[in-house]
């Protein structure tokens, strides 16, 4: 069975930094990795989506997945406030789902 | 682009009586919705798969009788809670995928049910 592992967090970081918020996953066939943004009490906010080995950039967001290591991280530069949230890193299921971890809370300092 | 809205946003039912939640796509055909159930402090956990025109494929541990979901265009699909109880107090989030863009699923905003 499919499992995405994260740290709970809290992760801190003073605004201005980078964060990086990491995930593991057990499906060495997995091919596609998806991070979302929560607030609370909100639904999931897709950020963005990888699935081929090394890095993808959006904006502030970086995004690196490495296969081999099964290793998927979201890189966050010029952390402000607003990105203070719980980021859920999820996989693709075989139906098309989401197989989510249980999410890292992020806070950054102003 | 890709909006899904969900209705009603939060309910409060008493104890045995049936809750419907509505799921739509706004502005994409979603051939795929998909449930979710989130109790509070933990993930999104997977309740069954929703294809337009056929029988949900529920979940290990998800009672089909109890929760009726029903896809009947290609851009609704509906939760049914049956005889809900307090224990069936949840955030319940729909999410779509547009059949177009197979990597990308859109989430509804959730409703909260809460049943007293």
């Known amino acids: 069975q499919k499992e995405v592992e994260q740290n709970s967090g809290p992760l801190s970081v003073p605004e201005g930094a980078i964060a990086s918020l990491n995930c593991t996953y057990s499906?060495?066939?997995?091919?596609?990795f998806f991070w979302y943004r929560q607030y609370s009490g909100k639904s999931p906010e897709l950020i963005m989506f990888?699935?081929?080995?090394g890095d993808k950039e959006d904006g502030r967001f970086t995004a690196q997945l490495n296969k081999a290591s099964q290793y998927v991280s979201l890189l966050i530069r010029d952390s402000q406030p607003s990105d203070s949230a719980t980021y859920l890193c999820?996989?693709?299921?075989?139906?098309?789902?989401?197989?989510f971890g249980k999410g890292t809370k992020l806070s950054v300092k102003p | 682009g890709a909006v899904v809205s969900q209705h009603p946003s939060w309910v409060i039912c008493k104890s045995g009586t049936s809750v419907k939640i509505e799921c739509r796509s706004l502005?994409?055909?979603?051939?795929?919705m998909f449930w979710y159930r989130q109790f509070p402090k933990q993930s999104l956990m997977l309740m069954a798969t929703?294809?337009?025109?056929?029988?949900?494929?529920?979940e290990q541990g998800v009672e089909k009788d109890k929760f009726l979901i029903n896809h009947a265009s290609l851009t609704l699909s509906t939760l049914t809670v049956t005889s809900a109880h307090p224990e069936d107090s949840s955030f319940y989030i729909c999410?779509?995928?547009?059949?177009?863009?197979?990597?990308?699923?859109?989430f509804g905003p959730g409703t909260r049910l809460t049943v007293t």
């Open positions: 999410s779509a995928r547009d059949g177009a863009r197979i990597y990308e699923q859109y």
């Open positions: 499906d060495r066939g997995s091919q596609s």
């Open positions: 990888i699935y081929s080995n």
């Open positions: 999820a996989e693709g299921g075989s139906q098309g789902n989401l197989i």
């Open positions: 502005d994409f055909q979603a051939t795929t």
């Open positions: 929703s294809n337009e025109g056929s029988k949900a494929t529920y």
